[in-house]
Nanobody, 121 residues
């Protein structure tokens, strides 16, 4: 029904930057809240940044001032600009979206497949 496809992960040195993208497609009437989460082995998935349909944002304390979330509603895409990356930012990053579906107008939450971000010298 709905697919979230992430891109932009990779290997970067400390202090570097990456931009993640997540494009939604399928039977979508409306995208509500969207966000980026991350997970490392043995730890729970944690919220990195979220953005409402109106553009209100929230960030984990650990990324404030370094990461910026944005969205393009026309393209059904959410972005995460990551700067001043640190080794502790290494994780699999997942896109998340609250979706109102067509034709039922049912509310469901979807996840992307994840993209690896590795910060190392």
């Amino acid at each position: 029904q709905v697919q979230l496809v992430e891109s932009g992960g990779g290997l970067v040195q400390p202090g570097g930057s990456l931009r993640l993208s997540c494009a939604a497609s399928g039977s979508i009437w409306r995208l509500n809240d969207m966000g980026w989460y991350r997970q490392t082995p043995g730890k729970e998935r944690e919220l990195v940044a979220g953005i409402s349909s109106g553009g209100s944002t929230t960030y984990a304390d650990s990324v404030k001032g370094r990461f910026t979330i944005s969205r393009d509603n026309a393209k059904k895409t959410v972005y995460l600009q990551m700067s001043s990356l640190k080794p502790e930012d290494t994780a699999v990053y997942y896109c998340n979206a609250d979706v109102v579906l067509l034709p039922t107008f049912q509310y469901l939450q979807y996840w992307g497949q994840g993209t690896q971000v590795t910060v190392t010298v």
